[in-house]
């Protein structure tokens, strides 16, 4: 055989073994099927601008289809990243660069470039907007993938607000279409550079979307994500058994167990940064037994934390001892309080109620008012310490909160994301919207730890923050509420669970039924 | 005539503006809502720029004057949480409500007027007992608890009809029966009292004495005098049904204008509840005043009272 001739069979051998293995290779699967959500909440049209996410994880709920971040929690990261391919901090803490993924597109086939980041961040009007705004100096295009946010001071928190659900000022939005329709319209036709294009919306009623196969990170294996709102529980469970749904959210107690005893269902509970606890609002007034630490202390021993949970969460919510959520950066550990009476009666007696006291009101929300605060009013009633349950229409209740108008012992509970520090300004230190009283030498250490770069040495401070609220019994955490949800049959990944600290399904693009 | 009819109109101009003062001041006293839009726990600034906003940082005359004058355009506002047009949330729902309240209506006379019917012409025997027990449990059983037990059984146990949502007319028919059951034993208890006091009176007994058969006597004459009440009440019962089923509305997800109500009630949506009471409060003022006008047109008695 000569030369050429053998090259040209060597050629051909190639071709063919290359043609082979691409036949054999299987060919990208299409998006098929449809998921439907029963959902408790009426979903809300700023819920598909991030520009307007409020503090609160619901938004998220649509966030995680329609749109991406730069950064973003994501199933083993709560730092992912996602439109950015890598950030860095300068050495002074003053400046974060981003590093864009190339190639990005959103639904209406615009490229996403620095100036989408900076618009979306210019634009942003939700939570803790003038907070982000007031500490970013400015926002510099460096090329088209890579854009630079300079601050005025250093601020170690700044990915916290930024790249968590504290805000929703990294949720990216395509410039040159928002300029174009305006915010009314793009929240009646929203486009985003997420797994999931809009479709249809029907105001409380139901939410369409479908799969974007132009999705950087993968293309969705269901074509069809649809979103019910159903209010009622037991219609929400109706709807699961029948098929009609394939998961509802939030279903509680005894419709729970339901979920648990009929066969093909399955009960998947999330968690999200969510504690309920005791505020002593009285503890600083000498004046009433609430000043006394060892009352405080009797409350805290007082309730049987593992009995709510069983009784209301069936076992799935988590204990709590401190008014911080322990899936949250900076969280410290309290000692847990044991369930004892006995010692809670003990204690009453040595501050000097040996038959009780009549300790007012307990005030709480209507909604986890009653679900915790009636048992929790049960074991303090049932050592002595007698109160009554004054249950308040939420807004009433985040009001009289707010304006220091709630007496003797409130029951608060709060979702806002954040880390530690975040809690306890609300709480605990002077000026904190929801802190009835302080100490100097708590405030004097939250100043110095708001300043400090170095996360390990803010670390120590946090912690010495926090187990000085727990020696002075400022709290009685009570519960962290599990989010029980239904399951059906037909989904193979559900999404539920995979990311830490996220309520409700998602990645949407990971999503499965079975059989597809 | 002329008169009555414009006296009429001015009491239906007069009691529509006082609604809407009332309304507007009553929505305002439930709190502020915009705590319901941020955070727990949301700084003031938040708060004051959601206020901003939504108008709600200026004083509550201005507020009146401005939600007034955009009446008067036909303009009802902007959700605040829906960030849209009453005008097109409430149109949307319009016609799911109607349907559900044409359904339940239907149902309600269908059932209530035959067995008022027979109740009064078969008194204190066992039909009458019978209207008697549906009635009461009609009038006494919540509509929430209907609604879930038939949930239960028709959708969950036998699988026969779905369990909530719109759509097809199937999805309609539990949420009409839930509805529609308290207003049959209304029709019923009103139709039962009505033919009584017509079959008890003379030209009833004249036309007996005729000898005219018992079905004309009670089909053509007792009937049609009894029937003038029950439709007046039917009239006002409809435009309940299609503005204040929230409670059938919302155990069924029906995305009709009752839950609309619900969802403003419960987001301090202000325009919303405003709008949906106004226009409600409308309707109602329109069908009385009709009913007004027909019964003058009737009884010329009426329309000569001072």
């Known amino acids: 055989m000569t030369r050429s001739r053998a090259c040209g069979f060597t050629l051909a051998v190639a071709l063919a073994v290359a043609l082979a293995i691409a036949a054999a290779a299987p060919a990208a699967a299409q998006p098929s099927g449809q998921m439907t959500w029963a959902v408790h909440v009426s979903l809300a049209p700023t819920w598909f601008d991030p520009a307007e996410t409020a503090g609160i994880i619901t938004p998220f709920m649509v966030l995680y289809a329609l749109h991406d971040a730069l950064v973003k929690p994501m199933p083993g990261n709560a730092v992912a990243p996602s439109l950015a391919e890598s950030w860095t901090m300068s050495k002074d803490g003053l400046t974060y660069e981003f590093v864009l993924r190339k190639g990005v597109k959103f639904h209406n086939g615009d490229v996403m470039t620095a100036e989408d980041v900076k618009f979306s961040f210019e634009r942003y009007r939700g939570a803790s907007a003038a907070d982000l705004k007031a500490k970013v100096a400015r926002v510099d295009v460096v090329d088209p993938y890579r854009v630079r946010f300079t601050l005025k001071r250093p601020w170690p928190d700044f990915l916290t607000f930024y790249a968590t659900p504290a805000t929703g000022a990294a ?110 609002t009285e503890q600083w007034d000498a004046k009433s037994p609430w000043a006394d630490k060892r009352v405080r202390l009797a409350t805290n021993y007082a309730i049987d934390r593992q009995g709510i949970n069983q009784a209301v969460y069936l076992g799935y919510a988590k204990l709590a001892y401190s008014f911080v959520p322990q899936g949250m950066e900076y969280f410290w550990a309290p000692p847990p309080y044991p369930y004892d009476p006995k010692r809670a009666k003990q204690l009453l007696s040595e501050a000097g109620y040996p038959n009780g006291f009549d300790a007012g009101e307990l005030s709480g929300d209507m909604i986890y008012g009653t679900a915790i605060g009636e048992p929790v009013v049960n074991y303090l009633q049932a050592v002595g310490i007698r109160i009554k349950l004054r249950p308040l229409e939420r807004v009433a209740f985040f009001q009289q909160l707010a304006d220091k108008k709630l007496r003797h012992v409130v029951q608060n509970g709060s979702g806002a994301p954040g880390n530690a520090p975040t809690r306890i300004e609300v709480n605990a230190v002077t000026g904190g919207r929801y802190a009835y009283g302080a100490y100097p030498d708590i405030d004097g250490l939250f100043s110095e730890q708001a300043n400090e770069m170095n996360p390990r040495v803010r670390r120590q401070i946090l912690d010495k923050i926090q187990q000085m609220i727990h020696e002075r019994a400022m709290f009685a955490g009570v519960i962290e509420p599990a989010f029980l949800n239904g399951v059906g049959a037909r989904p193979a990944v559900h999404g539920l669970g995979l990311i830490k600290n996220h309520a409700y399904s998602a990645p949407y693009e990971d999503l499965k039924l079975k059989g597809k | 005539m002329k008169r009555f009819i414009v006296k009429r109109l001015g009491y239906a101009v007069l009691s529509l503006l006082l609604l809407s003062l009332i309304i507007f001041l009553l929505v305002r006293l439930t709190g502020d809502p915009s705590v319901l839009l941020v955070e727990p726990g949301a700084s003031k600034e938040d708060l004051a720029a959601v206020r901003l906003q939504l108008g709600l940082d200026r004083p509550i005359w201005v507020q009146y004057g401005q939600f007034m004058s955009s009446l008067a355009r036909g303009d009802l506002g902007h959700s605040f949480y829906y960030r849209t047009p009453v005008l097109e949330l409430y149109l949307s729902r319009l016609p799911h409500s109607l349907m559900l309240a044409a359904a339940a209506m239907a149902f309600s006379l269908l059932v209530g007027i035959p067995s008022g019917i027979l109740a009064a012409v078969r008194v204190n025997q066992w039909w009458d007992s019978a209207g008697k027990i549906f009635s009461l449990l009609g009038l006494s059983l919540p509509s929430f608890w209907v609604g879930l037990v038939m949930i239960l059984f028709f959708s969950v146990y036998l699988g026969w009809l779905p369990s909530s949502g719109s759509g097809t007319a199937l999805h309609v028919i539990m949420p009409a029966f839930a509805l529609g059951w308290y207003f049959a034993a209304a029709h019923m208890r009103l139709t039962r009292s009505a033919m009584l006091e017509v079959l008890g009176s003379e030209y009833v007994k004249l036309a007996r004495l005729k000898g005219l058969p018992e079905a004309l006597v009670i089909g053509k004459h007792a009937f049609k005098n009894a029937l003038i009440p029950v439709l007046t009440l039917a009239g006002i019962n409809l435009v309940i049904m299609v503005n204040v089923a929230v409670v059938v509305e919302t155990v069924f997800a029906w995305p009709g204008v009752g839950r609309l109500l619900y969802e403003g009630i419960s987001f301090r949506d202000f325009p919303v509840v405003q709008a949906t009471v106004l226009i409600g409060g409308a309707m109602i003022v329109i069908v009385n005043f009709f009913v007004d006008v027909l019964y003058a047109v009737i009884d010329p008695r009426i329309r000569y009272e001072r």
């Open chain 1, 171 to 280: 949720w990216i939005v395509p410039r040159k279409y928002v300029e174009k329709v305006g915010d009314d319209g793009f929240k009646k036709a929203p486009v985003g550079a997420g797994p999931y294009r809009f479709v249809s919306f029907k105001p409380g009623v139901e939410l369409v979307l479908e799969a974007f196969d132009g999705y950087w990170r993968k293309t969705p294996s269901v074509k069809t994500l649809a979103f019910r709102v159903i209010p009622d529980e037991s219609t929400r469970l109706a709807a699961l058994k029948r098929g009609e749904v394939d998961i509802a959210y939030s279903i509680t107690g005894p419709l729970a167990e339901e979920v648990k005893r009929t066969p093909g269902l399955t009960l998947a509970p999330t968690f999200f940064p969510f504690t309920v606890w005791l505020l002593f």
